[in-house]
């Protein structure tokens, strides 16, 4: 819902660059306001004709957050949908599972467009939920934090059901040993690890590792304060192993002897 | 063209700022002025609300604000963006704070908002934005400061909301936007507004205050960069915990001072790039609530001028951090 101005270094621009920017976006400007109201008569018309989905397709090509045509383009689907057979439904979903694909490659934190990928897949005879884990995992390796695709793998791994919380507390294990300080994965893995481990014996074991993991990480990223983020939870789920916080407060204290910068003020608190 | 200068802290260019809003509004011979027509009426509230706190409020024509608000409105009794743009709740808020803040009241259908409002409420006790579904903790938010501001919190199930926010809640002790999500101080300021009884204080205030970085600005998530628009969201949520103490706030002032743009006005996200109304406005803010000299208190819950928020009948929740001089 942002207006979306970040990271925009301001540059020097002589009058003479400033004035031809000016000139393109007026003629852009022309294009873009006889799109506008060719698409407004269409849809006070509730005409949802071909001629009405492509002006939507390049409204949205020159501006991917104008809502208000997807939203025209879903109701233009759903009018589809009553005179198309299944194959063809099925292929037109996919279509528009590509437009997202390239609208997310200009900008992949549009709720809008996110959006408009999620009613497809829910509206879409058979959702393609390997094409969306494959897209997705892309998407993590381009950009470990995107709070959208986090977000998204949830929804999808959720309504698909097309992994277990084991292979997805894996997938976090896998993003973590990339990157230490990757607090989006470390989050995850706290939901994950408890529905991957439900068997109270199990569950003591895997969170003894998970000690020796967040140890591996604070002594490689000292600084970083998503591995004492997560053991403080760890902690929280052993309150009282009296041996596990004595033995976590001691290597804290070691660490601090190495490392007086770092973020070790979390355990620190914890006992407290 | 540098505006960060070591030595000598920039002094606060309200003058220019307000040239740098009545500006906005002129440049609609360019693509990027229509480019954003779609928050169009968030657009309104943030100049708004910046002049309100500049006390420079009677800079935008009174009778055409309020006409355009009213354009905006839907047969669905909600607001959009602009004029012909569809219904969502967060445009529907917008409309309601600019009514309020321009003592509006009377012009406003709320009726109507009432039932556009009721009309997003799901079963779990969560809100969608639009007639398409999404689903945010930050409609929560957004519907609960909604019908506070028009006084008719009894027109939803409250206790069930706050239910779903607690399902938001994470092992750091903030907020996500769904159950299952990251944290975030964004949602995480939206959810303790809708839920303060719900907050472990002093975990949360912790992780809050944890967002400050070595150049005084504050970041929204860990390990991110420092922004003056997550500086306002981290800092309100910690004035609603009573904890503004926790961070510094020289350094703070500092940072978004550094972020005005000496040439234009407006303020940018950081120091160096181009400014925007968004985080102008969220940078007057959040110097208000340091206590910045010659700005009108501002409410972190609202992100308005207390004086406006005042007048509202008080909440069933006590507000800390708000009440307290
Ligand atoms: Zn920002």
Redesign the interface.
């Known amino acids: 819902m942002s207006a979306d101005q970040h990271h925009q270094k301001k540059v020097k621009t002589t009058n003479e660059e400033r004035e031809a920017q000016r000139q393109r976006s007026i003629k852009k400007l022309a294009e873009y306001k006889g799109l506008c109201s060719l698409v407004s008569a269409k849809r006070k018309a509730k005409e949802y004709d071909d001629a009405a989905f492509n002006l939507t397709t390049k409204l949205l090509s020159l501006n991917p957050e104008f809502y208000t045509m997807w939203n025209f383009r879903r109701q233009i689907i759903l009018d589809r949908r009553t005179r198309m057979d299944t194959e063809a439904y099925q292929a037109l979903c996919l279509s528009e599972l590509q437009l997202a694909d390239a609208a997310l490659k200009i900008n992949p934190k549009s709720y809008w467009v996110w959006n408009h990928r999620r009613w497809i897949l829910e509206n879409m005879p058979e959702a393609a939920w390997t094409r969306e884990l494959k897209l997705l995992g892309r998407m993590l390796d381009m950009d470990a934090r995107n709070f959208h695709g986090w977000g998204y793998r949830r929804y999808v791994i959720a309504a698909s059901g097309a992994r277990s919380p084991k292979e997805e507390f894996d997938f976090t294990t896998e993003k973590i040993s990339q990157n230490f300080s990757n607090y989006s994965a470390w989050h995850y893995r706290s939901k994950v690890l408890v529905q991957a481990f439900a068997d109270p014996a199990e569950r003591a074991k895997v969170i003894d590792n998970e000690f020796e993991l967040v140890r591996n990480a604070i002594y490689t990223e000292p600084a970083d304060q998503s591995a004492w983020l997560y053991q403080r939870w760890l902690l929280s789920l052993v309150p009282q192993d009296m041996d596990r916080w004595s033995k976590e407060l001691e290597s804290v204290q070691e660490l601090v002897e190495i490392e007086p910068e770092s973020k070790c003020k979390v355990i620190m608190q914890g006992q407290g | ?1 540098s505006s960060t200068s070591a030595t000598s802290p920039q002094p606060f260019l309200l003058d220019l700022h307000v040239q740098f809003i009545l500006g906005l509004d002129k440049k609609q ?4 002025y ?6 169009r009426l ?2 309104v509230l ?1 100049a708004l609300t910046s002049l309100d706190l500049m006390n420079r409020k009677a800079e935008l024509k009174r009778q055409d604000v309020i006409e355009f608000v009213l354009s905006c409105q839907n047969e669905d009794g909600g607001f ?2 602009s004029v ?3 219904s ?1 709740i ?1 445009y529907t808020l917008s409309a309601v704070q600019i009514m309020m803040t321009l003592d509006a009241m009377d012009r406003l259908d709320a009726s109507r908002v009432i039932t556009y409002i009721q009309s997003r409420a799901l079963a779990d006790g969560s809100f969608s934005g ?5 689903v945010d903790t ?1 409609f929560c938010y957004i519907t609960i400061n909604c019908l506070s501001l028009l006084g008719r919190l009894d027109a939803i199930d409250v206790p069930k909301t706050v239910q779903y926010i607690d399902a938001c809640r ?3 002790g903030g907020f996500g ?2 159950p ?5 101080a964004g949602q995480t300021a939206l959810a303790i507004v809708g839920a303060l009884e719900l907050v472990e204080a002093d975990k949360l205030g ?2 809050l205050a ?1 967002r400050q970085l070595k150049n005084g600005g504050l970041n929204g ?5 420092e ?1 003056v ?1 997550y500086s306002w969201w981290v800092m309100s949520a910690l004035s609603i915990l009573d904890r503004v103490h926790w961070i510094n706030k020289d350094s703070l002032i500092k940072f978004i001072l550094e972020s005005q ?1 000496p040439e234009t006005g407006g303020i ?2 950081r120091p ?3 400014p ?4 102008l406005v969220f940078g007057v803010a959040g110097l208000s609530l340091l206590g910045y000299p010659g700005l009108q208190p501002v409410d972190p819950r609202y992100c308005m001028s207390r004086y406006i928020t005042d007048k509202l009948p008080k909440f069933n929740v006590d507000w800390k951090g708000v009440n307290k001089e």
């Open positions: 063209m011979d360019e693509f990027e229509w480019a954003s027509e779609q928050l968030n657009g943030w959009g963006g012909e743009h569809d969502h967060a639009d007639e398409w579904g999404e930050r994470n092992f750091d936007c769904r299952g999500a990251e944290s975030h912790w992780w944890e998530r860990p390990e991110k960069l922004d628009c743009d940018a996200d160096g790039d181009y925007d109304v968004f985080h």
